[in-house]
C-alpha cells in the first residue's frame, strides 16, 4: 500500500499523545506507514528551513517551528480571527487585517517547501482542517502530482457567510486543487455546493463531483468518530462516580467544550436558570457542571466569551445558591481522559449544546461512558453535525432557551426505559461509526477518487 502523509496544524509530540484524531491517524498511518507534519507548538524568531523529525513512534513524526509573526498572522489571525468565525455563522466576530492574510498564504508556501524534499512518487497526501487550505495547491506548485485530500473538521460556510470573506473566490481556488474534500455533514456538502455555484463559475457534474477552474474534485460527508472501544473501557474503570455523589447529593448535568463563542455555553446557562426559575423543586436536586479550559485567549472574542460566562455563572450562583447547593459548578482545566469519562458517567444529562459545530465529540464519548443499564440523556443542538445521525438523542435548538429548558426537565424526569431505549441506539452508531471507520472509509474514496 502507498504510504500516508498526513498533515495537520498542531503535532502531538508527547510519548503517548491521546485524543480522537491522533488515534485516528495513528491507526492508519501504522497500517500503510507513514509521515505526520505539523506545527510543533514553538515559536522562535529564526526556524529552522527544514523538518525536524521525531523518533519514537510507530511512524515518522516531523515538525516545524514558527515566527511570532507567523503564529500571529496565520494562526491567531487568518485561521481563527477570520475563517473559524466565518465558518461558524459569526461574521460580526471575524477581524480582518490584509497581514492576516498575507501571513495565512505564506505560512502554507513555508510549509509547502518544507515537506516537498520528503514526498514520494506514490505517497497519498491527507491534509487537515481550515488552517492549510492552500497547501495544496502550493504543493502543485513544486510538482507535487500524487493524490490529496482534505478533511475539514468545522463546518463549511453557505453562500452569504462565503461572501463575507475578504476574498471569498480564492478559498475554492485553495479547494480546486484537491481530488478529495471531506466534511463532517451532509450540511456542509450542500453548503460547499451552494458557495461554489454562488461564487465561482463551479459546475456541480453529480451529487459529488464538481468542476472547478478545469479541475476535477470529489466531495463528501465522513462523519468523525471517537475511539469508542477505549472510551468505554475508560470509563467502566472510572471510579469517581461515588466520591463525586456524595459530593454533591444532586443529579448532575454536564457540559464538555473548550472555552468558545460557537459552543453556545452562555445559552445553556440560561436555558438552566429558566429551569431554576420555573420549578422551584429542583432547588438542590440538580447541579450544571461545565468543564471548559479557555482557548485562543489572546484572540479578543475569546477575552470576551470568558468574561460573559464568568459574570453569568456568578450572577445564577448568587441567585439560587443555598448554604448547601451552588448550581452551576464551572472548572476552567482540562481534565485527564479517565476523569472525564467518569464524570460522563455519572451525569443524568449530557449537554451539548453550540449554536454551530462541526461533528462535536463530546456528544459520542458522553453516550459511550454512560452504564447501559441505566444511563443518561444526551441534549444535542440541532446545529451539531452530531445530530444528522444521533437522532435519539434530544434535538433541541440551542437559542431558545424555553426549548432547552424543557429538554433538561424532559431528560430529569425520563423513564428508565426511554432512556435504554435511545442509549441503546446512539452508542450503536457511536461504536459502528468509531473513528477507525472514518479513516478508512476516508482514504478509500481517497483512492477511488479520479484525480
Ligand atoms: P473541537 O471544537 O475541539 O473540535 P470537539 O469535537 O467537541 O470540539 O472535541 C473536543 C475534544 O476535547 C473532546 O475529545 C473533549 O473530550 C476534549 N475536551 C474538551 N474539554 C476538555 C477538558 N476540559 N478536559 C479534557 N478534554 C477536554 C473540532 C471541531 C469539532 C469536531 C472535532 C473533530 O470543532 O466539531 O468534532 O474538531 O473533528
Known sequence: MSRLVAVSNRIPLGDNPSGGLVVALQDALRTSGGLWVG????????????LAFHEGAAFQ???FD?????HDEYYLGYSNSVLWPVCHGRADLMRILPEYLDGYRRVNERIARLLAPHLREGDRI???????????GELRKLG???PIGH?????????ADCATLPNPPELFEWLSHYDLLGFQAQRDLDNFAASARSLTDAEQVSDHDFRIADRHIRA???PIGIDADSFVAEAEGAREEDRMRSLTGSQMMIGVDRLDYSKGIPQRFRAFQYLLENDPSLTEQVMLLQIAPPTRESVEAYQQIREETEHLAGRINGQFATVNWTPIRFIHRPIPRNELAGLYRQSRVGLVTPLADGMNLVAKEYVAAQNAADPGVLILSRFAGAAEAMTEALIINPHDPWELAQAMQQAIAMPLDERRDRHAALLRGVVEQDVGWWSATYLRALAQAPG
Do not use: K, N
Request: charged share 15%; aromatic share 16%; proline share 13%.
Open 39 to 50: 506545527f510543533s507548538g514553538e515559536t522562535v524568531e529564526d526556524p529552522a528551513e527544514a
Open 144 to 146: 507535487v502530482r500524487g
Open 66 to 70: 514558527l515566527t511570532p509573526q507567523d
Open 151 to 159: 478533511f475539514l473538521h468545522i463546518p463549511f460556510p453557505g453562500p
Open 61 to 63: 513524526r516531523a515538525s
Open 126 to 136: 491527507w491534509i487537515h482542517d481550515y488552517q492549510l487550505f492552500p497547501l495544496a
Open 220 to 222: 463528501g460527508v465522513f
